[in-house]
């Protein structure tokens, strides 16, 4: 009988050289690994939202995603014994972990880094305000742009998310209905509309998801950007970046509240209630999250999620490598923000990024917008 995994991934170029080593996992298991559906975040959230039980056996999530998919993922402490989560950040667990079960595998650490070009800038801005007044000067109308981030969906949620924090106001209190209604939620829309409106980022960016802002940087065309650490080897690369040779990264400026703030989360790999029931399956999970997996992300730029993994990527480390990889563990440590665990997180994601990115293009005023999404929040909360 024909031994096969049926697995939904998420797709992109921070994602998919993991997936050249399911042909090792095929040859030496004898297991076929049948991709079934493939598409980048937004769209992978989607289709797993479309049916009451997706039709897989192990899925990518994320640890913000992992509440509100809970009819259909499987608990984990079954098929992973204790001694081999021992390793991994007990953080991270935590972060997978969703009323004590254990959702998905860690597979890696994404935090953004301010990646800024080197034969523009002396020294990365200290503050958001630096960062804009910086950006001001080195933007060419059409031509070339101070800044860049993304126009839509998660990631411009995240940047949002990131400049209310930075500003000392907050997206989820206790309460979890945002506090944005004051000087640091105007601080933070009135930055990124002012960005828009003055030319410094590029318009159409409002169509922009990471992969894009990701490659415009890339190809020269960009100061300075907001970006994850698994687009790290990309950029060092000739064949593929323009600016290999010209660029360094720092942690994020500091907003008015004198704290930087970045948006983070962990990416994870889940069985199914099917897949917890397919022993091979189950084996496609341990061997996507094996030490040997994360040596090879580590080597393209992503953060390990297991201490004798980063031990050993520092202790090979070049000096110039050796300093991002002390600034991501800086920025983990103190300065990055986890969306809260809850079911209803992708409907508050939704109306959060649309409603900003209306403003941010001037559809609507920084106080209207904000008042928006305090009222269409309390409602999703009050509806669960």
Excluded at 62 to 80: E, G, I, N, W
Excluded at 85 to 92: G, N
Excluded at 168 to 175: S, T
Excluded at 187 to 210: E, K, N, T
Aim: proline share 7%.
């Amino acid at each position: 009988m024909s031994r096969t995994v049926q697995v939904a991934l998420i797709a992109g170029p921070m994602y998919e050289r993991l997936y050249d080593a399911l042909e090792v996992f095929h040859a030496t298991r004898r297991v076929t690994v049948e991709i079934e559906y493939s598409g980048d975040h937004p769209a992978l959230n989607e289709h797993l939202a479309s049916t009451e039980n997706p039709p897989y056996d192990l899925v990518s999530t994320h640890t913000k995603y992992a509440p509100s998919q809970l009819r259909f993922l499987a608990p984990l402490q079954p098929h992973v014994l204790p001694e081999e989560l021992a390793d991994f950040y007990p953080r991270l667990l935590e972060m997978a972990s969703v009323d004590g079960n254990l959702l998905g595998i860690p597979r890696n650490i994404d935090v953004r880094l301010l990646h800024y070009r080197t034969d523009l800038i002396d020294a990365p801005p200290q503050t958001w305000d630096e960062l804009f007044e910086l950006a001001s000067r080195l933007t060419r109308p059409d031509d070339f742009y101070g800044f860049v981030f993304p126009g839509r969906e998660s990631g411009l949620f995240g940047t949002f998310f990131e400049l209310v924090e930075a500003a000392g106001a907050q997206l989820f209190p206790q309460e979890k209905i945002p506090d944005i209604l004051n000087e640091g939620g105007r601080w933070a829309l009135g930055l990124l509309s002012r960005m828009y409106a003055q030319g410094i980022v590029p318009p159409q960016m409002v169509d922009w998801h990471y992969d894009e802002v990701h490659r415009f940087f890339r190809e020269g065309h960009a100061a300075m950007v907001g970006d994850w650490p698994a687009y790290y080897q990309a950029y060092l690369d000739p064949a593929q970046s323009r600016v290999y040779d010209r660029f360094s990264v720092a942690a994020y400026p500091a907003g008015p509240s004198g704290a930087s703030k970045t948006y983070g989360g962990s990416h994870t790999f889940a069985l199914t209630h099917r897949g917890a029931d397919n022993p091979d399956a189950v084996e496609l999970l341990h061997f996507l999250t094996a030490r040997e997996q994360q040596q090879g992300e580590a080597a393209r730029g992503s953060v390990p999620v297991c201490r004798s993994v980063m031990q050993q990527v520092l202790e090979f480390a070049s000096e110039k490598e050796l300093k991002r990889w002390h600034t991501l563990e800086s920025v983990i440590e103190d300065s990055v923000l986890i969306p809260p665990k809850m079911e209803c997180y992708p409907e508050i994601e939704a109306v959060l990024w649309r409603t900003v990115q209306k403003a941010v293009v001037g559809k609507l005023s920084t106080e209207d917008a904000l008042a928006s999404i305090v009222s269409q929040i309390t409602g999703i909360i009050d509806a669960h």
